[in-house]
């Protein structure tokens, strides 16, 4: 049995007989790009295109919602700060270097964590409206918000212990707001990049203090 049962049977058990909506329907697509066993960054960048930013977005951000030992918050976090950067710069075409362009997905946990995000996504879905405050989701104003999310990348990026998941959360809602084209998710992610920001910043000063009280 392939992956795609668990997804359409947890999309089915929360939606009823309802079909994939404005989030739900691409994330299924995009799961079924995931299928190959071994899918590189660069192929599912291509793929998705200019257009699908809000969907590598979220492929991108889902392994760094949960802290995991390794370097993978810094490779997803550098992948999604390069992204925010041609967003800000307005690039037609997400360029990446080659070395990050030759890393492998985990194509299949990636999948099993969409199975499993997925009746989230369709109960977030219901809030979501297409085309609400559609002016933050294109043009400057999408530009603009490259700078939040480069930030929000970042902190992803650095080893802070237990430093990941809320600016990943913040960059989850970006994705969706992108993905549905509701801009009051995107103001509802700047609100969370905020409180992510403000954490980060306690994580730190708490890690300073301590190292402080232990050499002292």
Request: charged share 15%; with cysteine; net charge positive.
């Amino acid at each position: 049995m392939t992956l795609a049962t668990p997804l359409r049977s947890s999309l089915a058990r929360h939606r009823g007989s309802r079909t994939p909506g404005a989030v739900t329907r691409p994330v299924m697509d995009l799961a079924g790009i995931l299928r190959t066993k071994h899918v590189t960054v660069g192929e599912l960048v291509d793929r998705l295109g200019h257009k699908g930013f809000g969907l590598a977005l979220l492929v991108l951000t889902l392994p760094a919602i949960v802290p995991t030992p390794g370097p993978v918050g810094m490779i997803f976090g550098t992948v999604i700060a390069l992204m925010a950067l041609q967003v800000m710069a307005g690039a037609r075409r997400l360029w990446l270097p080659e070395i990050l362009r030759r890393r492998a997905l985990p194509g299949s946990a990636l999948r099993r964590g969409i199975a499993w995000c997925l009746p989230s996504f369709a109960r977030a879905e219901r809030w979501l409206t297409k085309r609400r405050l559609a002016f933050l989701t294109r043009g400057r104003a999408r530009a603009l918000l490259g700078l939040p999310m480069f930030v929000l990348a970042v902190v992803i990026a650095l080893p802070i212990p237990f430093g990941n998941t809320a600016p990943a959360v913040a960059l989850l809602v970006f994705a969706l707001g992108f993905i549905a084209r509701d801009g009051a998710a995107i103001a509802a992610g700047l609100v969370l990049a905020a409180v992510a920001m403000a954490w980060t910043a306690f994580l730190v000063f708490a890690g300073a203090s301590v190292v402080g009280w232990a050499t002292a």
